[in-house]
């Protein structure tokens, strides 16, 4: 089991899977891209109390999963992480602007669950596989979403 994190008066242990697409479905999303929008997370989830467990990316969304505090906001930071990675990311990489032309870089909307129904485990197998062509992908997408699934029986 993970090591519980704890303030003053509670321990806790929040994992969070974060998905996030690119605005239009947008295939923008490379190496140098996505290694830039997780050094962001990184250094801005920082102030916030997340901290990062994995990441991994396709063409047009990235697969996120990490820790927070249980005093953290996590729409404040989501927000404020996705306002400052869609200005920094298009400044640095102004070939973007030839597919998405206004400001945003993520689409408004995102998938934020909590990971109490999936072990760690399955949720991390399923990030480090996006983007696999072969049919172990559709398998682990389904061992997923059975065990996402058990949470509402």
């Not at 070939?95 to 206004?102: A, D, R």
Request: some cysteine.
């Amino acid at each position: 089991m993970d090591k519980l994190d704890r303030n003053q008066h509670s321990v806790y242990l929040l994992y969070y899977h974060l998905i996030m697409v690119v605005k239009y479905r947008r295939k923008v999303i490379d190496e140098a891209i996505s290694e830039r929008a997780r050094s962001l997370f990184i250094k801005i989830g920082e102030p916030f109390g997340v901290v990062l467990e994995e990441w991994n990316h396709d063409i047009d969304h990235v697969h996120v999963m990490f820790r927070a505090k249980s005093q953290t906001e996590i729409s404040k930071f989501i927000n404020a992480y996705k306002s400052a990675s869609s200005r920094l990311i298009k400044k640095e990489y102004p070939e973007i602007k030839e597919k998405l032309w206004n400001e945003a870089f993520w689409s408004q909307s995102y998938c934020l669950l909590t990971t109490g129904g999936a072990t760690i485990d399955v949720i991390r197998q399923y990030i480090e596989t996006q983007g696999e062509e072969d049919g172990r992908k559709k398998k682990r997408y389904r061992k997923y979403c059975e065990a996402v699934s058990s949470l509402s029986e």
